[in-house]
């Protein structure tokens, strides 16, 4: 009897929670269906986040190659072939996606996800990246449509603005950084324009929900221009250094120099502030961290100030002036430049300018009397120690009440802010959906990365399940440095389960590579990936 062997590796993980999370059927409940296809629009999306989450270094136009050598029947159904996966088919089920639209479509399955998984939306965290493309983008008549993103040159958070970019906005819940809704913008779109139309889509549903929800944002949330739906939502955000208000908040902070410690790095004070017409909070907070920072950058800035006053007074000390007030008007002139030196000594020299040419004699008139200037700069040790203070410290705003949201909750959930900036650094992993987006149909591009962000909300809600239930049994694994941890990533586990074979001779089933380590996380994922790893639950 023939022996079958296929790679099931980490692939288990990943078709199981997708399975738990019945993304396939919810999105062939709305996706059209076609009598002659030979693999569901859920289906070619379960496969398109498979290979994304394969880690396989293959676009998505080789998912034929990338599904040859595993186990379909095993991870699909009977019947899945790996020709089925191929760019016609991938690529209409984008279209379908697309015209759908992408927002509402991830936000069905996010919201089922989140329900199935019962994720605490209490706290969701916005922001926005950009992805770098190249190529031309020429739109073709199935691209008129204005609702098409714009793939153009903008604000490059990539670090790549020679190229192309369309910029991605996500919300993510505080709780495991599971993705709760995302948008794809034109490549030029700022921050505060996106920030403005997402609060005014959140009043609704922050109002219409019965638990509380407050929005996290960085500083981009908190503008003038956005203040009309702040005022109708709870937020908490940073307060932009450009604001008068929060340097002279800083600076009353540190005169008065009553902090409240938090921990070894972190003091505040609370400060009840009316601005932009929101009744809020705004909480100055000192962190020794940052005055570290600070002062380690502040030795930079004062030689680079250095050099540069150094040459404008080389340039001042050569010129000649026709009196002394107009000498010490330039030279109060470069002094008010200066943010980290002050004028140490001034001389005034005066040079008297006689009739004719030449060497005067002896009796010569005296046609006028010039000026010139030296002077001496010295470093302004006050003002080096209140710029390096005021960097020390920054502000945190909200209209959140007191009595739901302390102090210390308030700087936890903002720096739980980062959650959203790993699932950002997730979805530019080079190894995920690698080339994906040479792509040149923009109306594809923008289905794609919703299906990428899609493939994030499987890996973690994995993360998170696998994580909480550790918690829960006080387990732990092996690191890649052999020590035990009790915060894995899911990355990590995958690499561990390389080399797992699903071999099958008649309707016998078995795994090779599969040992006790591997069988461990599988129970503490737990799901449909304890039947596609051939587990029994424990009773």
């Known amino acids: 009897m023939n022996l079958k062997i296929k790679r099931l590796d980490h692939h288990g993980i990943v078709s199981g929670i997708i399975e738990d999370l019945k993304i396939v059927s919810l999105l ?13 629009p859920g289906e070619a999306v379960k496969g398109m986040i498979m290979n994304g989450l394969g880690f396989a270094n ?17 991870l699909f159904r009977e019947g899945v072939q790996a020709s089925h996966f191929n760019r016609h088919k991938l690529g209409r089920t984008l279209d379908q996606c697309f015209e759908f639209g992408c927002e509402s479509l991830f936000s069905l399955v996010s919201g089922q996800a989140c329900e199935i998984e019962q994720v605490d939306k209490t706290f969701e965290s916005l922001d926005t990246t950009s992805h770098s493309l190249t190529g031309e983008y020429a739109f073709d008549d199935g691209d008129s449509d204005e609702n098409v993103i714009k793939i153009t040159h903008g604000y490059s958070k990539a670090h790549r603005p020679d190229l192309k970019q369309v910029v991605q906005e996500i919300i993510v819940s505080q709780d495991g950084g599971i993705p709760l809704a995302c948008k794809n913008w034109d490549g030029n779109s700022a921050d505060t324009a996106i920030f403005k139309a997402r609060s005014k889509a959140l009043v609704d549903e922050f109002t ?9 944002a960085d500083c981009k949330l908190y503008h003038k221009s956005n203040a009309e739906f702040l005022t109708k939502i709870q937020f908490l955000t940073l307060v932009p250094s450009t604001i008068s208000l929060e340097k002279s908040s800083i600076s009353t902070a540190i005169a008065a120099n009553q902090w409240v410690n938090i921990d070894d790095n972190y003091q505040y004070v ?3 502030v009316d601005h932009m017409g929101i ?7 000192y962190s ?7 002062q380690k950058s502040i030795v930079r800035q004062v030689e680079r100030a250095h050099t540069g006053i150094k040459k404008d007074l080389f340039h001042l000390q050569a010129q000649r002036f026709a009196c002394q007030t107009d000498a010490q008007r330039a030279l109060d002139k470069l002094a008010k430049k200066m943010k980290h030196h002050q004028i140490a000594t001034q001389q005034f020299i005066k040079h008297k300018v006689y009739e004719g040419k030449g060497r005067p004699k002896k009796d010569a008139p005296v046609k006028n009397i010039e000026w010139q200037i030296t002077a001496e700069i010295e470093e302004n040790e006050t003002a080096i120690k209140q710029i390096v203070e005021q960097k020390s410290c920054f502000v945190l705003a909200t209209n959140i009440d007191k009595e739901a949201l302390s102090p210390v909750g308030l700087l936890k959930h903002y720096k739980a802010q980062s959650e959203v900036e790993k699932g950002f650094r997730f979805l530019k992993d080079p190894l995920f959906f690698v080339s994906s987006l040479f792509i040149k149909k923009p109306s594809r591009i923008d289905a794609l990365l919703m299906v990428m962000t899609l493939s994030l909300l499987v890996y973690s809600i994995a993360q998170r399940r696998m994580r909480a239930n550790m918690k829960k049994e006080k387990a732990t694994i092996a690191n890649q440095i052999n020590k035990e941890i009790s915060n894995p990533t899911l990355r990590w586990v995958f690499q561990c389960f390389e080399g797992i074979n699903l071999l099958q001779q008649g309707d016998k089933i078995s795994l090779d590579g599969f040992d006790e380590f591997r069988e461990k996380i599988i129970r503490l994922i737990g799901g449909h990936a304890l039947n596609l790893y051939k587990i029994q639950k424990v009773a």
């Open 28 to 40: 062939d409940q709305y996706l059209p269906q076609d009598d002659k296809q030979e693999i569901t």
């Open 58 to 74: 293959r676009p998505l136009s080789l998912s034929p190659q990338f599904f040859t050598n595993l186990p379909l029947e095993h």
């Open 208 to 216: 219409k929900s019965q638990a509380p929800k407050y929005l996290v």
């Open 270 to 272: 609370i400060e009840e």
């Open 279 to 285: 009744e809020q909070r705004w909480m100055i907070i």
């Open 288 to 294: 020794k961290a940052a005055n570290s920072r600070a």
